[in-house]
């Protein structure tokens, strides 16, 4: 274990289990006093876990908790909260048609024999915003009317304007900033440390990481693999292969398809807010990657190809031929379909039968004079579950009732029954055990190998090298690269998504 | 090259985005002047004195509603609705008629087993919601159909002439010249603008409302606020029946339902009026000032009152059609 001196928090042992899952294994967490501690690791390895742990969200199946040399028994957020730890979420959480001041303040208003002091509020709330975090915002301006960095900062006001804070939590609090934004952030940040405030500082985006944390813990498979001291730019390599370990090749199929003529071609595309400036192409037959953190505009791209959003900007051409793709269903009749991230939600019908789920968006092939031909539509949903080995194989299983690897291949079934050219993928593993994973592999190999074009936009790196030809990484809505997966490493890739930099010969 | 920018669909958007939040005004203001064109006597004060008097209950049972949508959120589905408070009126009238006139109780005490049960009514309410975890516009859907249904086993649904004094006063006595009825209306409109615009306990109620994530967040709990709520709009339908009974005479069976679609015509027809375009006090209040305004309107220029109906129906239509679309073009 690490030295107990100056650490103001120390989780040392945490296990956490969930039903058929570890989530955190004997991790430890360690945070020096004054100091800025990152928390870095995959989507996945146990950080937004021990941070619910440390919030008291979560109980602890094994472990200790020692606040500043006292051990916490019992943990509850009120604890918590007393203990001085406040928690600066991802999300905003806050009030939209409420004052700065009252936001600030909410839940420990100032309040006099008249009622609410609300000059007094506004008035303490911009002193404390201009000194505490340098920043000019009016007390008595509506939330609604700032911008998101300045919804920011109203939101680490209310985390820290009792002053009793000794520790603060960060959450990923760069994501919905654009770039200059990130810098008025830091600077708050800096003068918190100033103040002698310690933080944790959790991030996707390695290049933050190095830039101002003063150690960062890496976490892998819900353990704690490695502390880093003294961190600066040239550790991000380090802190990659931490992050990755060894890879796992053996998922993923040969790849037999053979890129062709171009289908899609974006140009231009734009929507002002998430991304800009988007160019891409894609042949038929080729499997192309979409990478990207959340917040990088990849999930908003991917939406606005599929005409769920609008563009504001550019055009999109359909072999050669502009298209305006106004909805969804615009989009389907072009032959572009979409699995969606969440398929219980936006994919399935689930208490419909996989055979109903499948026929869904082609029922006028296996209709006559609006009648559906029940034989005819069984014998094909039969046909499709066959060649997508759908288990269980009788299709008329309510789909509820399938695995989600399963679940994935109707939806999918049902776009191959429409004689779709274009398959976009929104994580299409997210959640699905391994085998389901390989499975789903082999099948994107097998549509681009009948001649279809895919996008996968995908969190996981390993999936994106494994399965596509190409990746597109987009940073803060742009694309940032567009590198051939035949000679892009892991770490390459991992650092262009996280804006990180790699230092040549620095990565084992 | 060719660009979808500036597509003429953005510069709708714009207009509807500037205009929408702003319609139920614009649509008052024109029935208004056609009112006051239309007839001779609309605007004299004599008319405006009688609009003040016709709108006391109105205005308290839009207050209790006000309450449950700040505390639930203005979303009408999902957020904070509360139809029963009209039917909870006219069940504690039913109850307070009934002891006065077919048992000779005292008012004082009548009043008070009324407004009692106005407060039973409202826990039931906070029960359904909270704690069996309904969506409220049901659930006061549904609790409003019985509370009315009990009235009626109460009166048989028979009407209950009321000749107490008191509540004689409340419909036709006046304190410097200004008439009782809306002098207490006044004063309870002040208290609550106070309650739930200027304390602690006010503001947090909205911010449960506003957010709840953010609420929780800052060690608030949700559902008490909503329980509250609720049990308070069943207060205000209890303090309300006295109003009902002045302006009726008594108890009349049918009163609930003009007194609900006004109620909820006033209180969103209030967001309008707010700078912060969300439901709040004064606006509900003076929501009900301005429909019950029509209402006296439409019957000095002599429209049928069936017509009536049908034109107050298309105003609740507009006034929810251009709430839901502000919110459509905002997000």
């Not at chain 1, 996989?354 to 006028?364: F, G, H, I, T």
């Not at chain 2, 949700?222 to 509250?228: G, K, L, N, V």
């Not at chain 2, 006004?262 to 700078?275: I, N, Y």
């Amino acid at each position: 274990m690490t030295e107990p001196t100056g650490h103001i928090l120390q989780m040392s042992g945490i296990t956490k289990i969930f039903p058929g899952v570890v989530a955190l294994d004997n991790a430890n967490l360690a945070v020096r006093e004054g100091h800025i501690h990152g928390l870095v690791g995959e989507n996945g390895a146990g950080k937004s876990t021990i941070i619910k742990v440390l919030a008291g969200v979560y109980g602890r199946d094994a472990g200790e908790v020692v606040i500043d040399g006292a051990a916490m028994a019992a943990m509850t957020p009120a604890h918590v909260h007393a203990a001085g730890i406040r928690f600066i979420h991802q999300e905003l959480h806050l009030v939209p048609h409420f004052t700065v001041a009252e936001s600030v303040f909410m839940g420990q208003e100032l309040q006099g024999w008249f009622g609410i002091k609300s000059r007094a509020m506004a008035e303490a709330a911009e002193t404390f915003l201009k000194e505490t975090l340098n920043a000019e915002i009016r007390g008595t301006t509506l939330i609604r009317d700032l911008g998101v960095a300045q919804r920011k900062l109203v939101q680490i006001a209310r985390a820290l304007i009792d002053n009793k804070a000794r520790i603060v939590v960060f959450d990923e609090p760069t994501a919905p900033l654009a770039s200059r934004e990130i810098d008025q952030l830091f600077e708050a940040i800096a003068r918190l440390k100033a103040r002698g405030i310690s933080m944790v500082y959790v991030s996707h985006y390695l290049g933050e990481i190095t830039s101002i944390c003063d150690q960062v813990t890496v976490f892998r498979n819900g353990r704690d693999v490695g502390v880093i001291e003294a961190i600066g730019p040239q550790d991000t390599g380090r802190m990659i292969n931490m992050m990755v370990g060894r890879d796992i090749s053996d998922l993923y199929p040969a790849k037999a398809h053979a890129p062709a003529a171009a289908l899609l071609r974006v140009e231009a595309l734009g929507d002002h807010k998430h991304f800009d400036n988007i160019d891409l192409e894609i042949r038929r037959g080729e499997i192309v990657g979409v990478a990207g953190l959340i917040g990088s505009g990849r999930e908003e791209l991917v939406d606005t190809i599929y005409g769920l959003r609008q563009p504001a900007a550019g055009r999109m051409l359909i072999d050669g031929k502009p298209v305006r793709l106004a909805s969804p269903a615009a989009a389907v009749k072009q032959g572009i379909v979409l699995v969606p991230r969440d398929r219980r939600q936006d994919g399935l019908v689930l208490g419909m039968t996989v055979a109903d789920n499948v026929n869904l968006a082609s029922l006028e092939d296996v209709s006559r004079a609006y009648l559906i031909n029940r034989p005819a539509a069984a014998k094909r949903a039969d046909a499709l579950a066959a060649k997508l080995d759908i288990r269980p194989r009788n299709v008329d299983t309510v789909a509820r009732l399938l695995s989600g690897g399963n679940q994935q291949k109707v939806v999918l079934a049902r776009w191959l029954a429409t004689g779709s050219r274009l398959f976009i993928l929104d994580e299409p593993t997210v959640g699905v055990d391994i085998g389901a994973k390989v499975e789903i592999y082999r099948l994107i190999e097998r549509l681009a190998g009948d001649g279809a074009a895919v996008i996968v936009s995908s969190s996981d790196p390993n999936e994106l090298i494994g399965l596509c030809d190409r990746i597109v990484v987009m940073l803060r809505g742009s694309i940032v690269a567009n590198v051939d997966t035949a000679t892009t490493s892991l770490d390459a890739l991992i650092a262009l998504t996280t804006g990180g930099e790699l230092h040549e010969g620095a990565v084992a | 090259m060719t660009s979808l920018a500036q597509s003429p669909l953005a510069g709708v958007g714009r207009l509807v985005r500037a205009v929408a939040p702003s319609t139920p005004l614009i649509v008052f203001l024109a029935m208004f002047a056609y009112l006051g064109m239309a007839s001779s006597n609309f605007l004299e004060p004599s008319t405006m004195a009688l609009v003040l008097k016709q709108s006391v209950p109105t205005v308290v049972v839009c207050l209790g509603l006000a309450t449950v949508v700040m505390a639930g959120g203005d979303d009408v589905v999902v957020g904070g609705i509360d139809l029963s408070v009209p039917a909870t009126a006219v069940l504690a009238a039913a109850i307070i008629a009934d002891l006065v006139s077919n048992h000779a109780m005292f008012i004082g005490y009548a009043l008070l087993i009324g407004v009692a049960a106005g407060v039973v009514c409202g826990l039931v309410n906070a029960f359904l919601v909270v704690f069996f975890g309904m969506t409220p516009l049901l659930a006061t859907f549904a609790s409003s159909t019985a509370f009315i249904g009990i009235s009626k086993v109460v009166t048989a649904s028979r009407r209950i002439n009321v000749g107490d004094p008191l509540i004689v006063w409340l419909r036709d006595g006046s304190i410097f010249g200004v008439p009782a009825g809306v002098i207490c209306a006044c004063l309870i409109a002040a208290v609550f603008y106070f309650v739930l615009h200027r304390t602690r306990w006010g503001l947090n109620l909205q911010a449960v409302g506003g957010s709840r994530d953010a609420a929780e967040m800052s060690g608030l709990s949700a559902a008490r606020f909503i329980a509250q709520s609720f049990v308070i709009a069943g207060l205000v339908g209890g303090v309300a029946s006295a109003f009902v009974l002045a302006r009726g005479s008594g108890w009349t069976p049918g009163t609930e339902e003009n007194l609900m679609m006004e109620m909820v015509l006033a209180t969103f027809l209030g967001a309008a009026f707010s700078p912060r375009r969300i439901v709040t006090l004064w606006g509900a209040v003076l929501g009900a000032v301005l429909v019950s305004a029509l209402s006296v309107g439409f019957g000095s220029v002599g429209i049928d009152i069936f017509w009536t109906g049908c034109i107050k129906g298309s105003l609740i239509l507009i006034v929810v059609a251009s709430a839901a679309l502000s919110r459509k073009v905002n997000a």
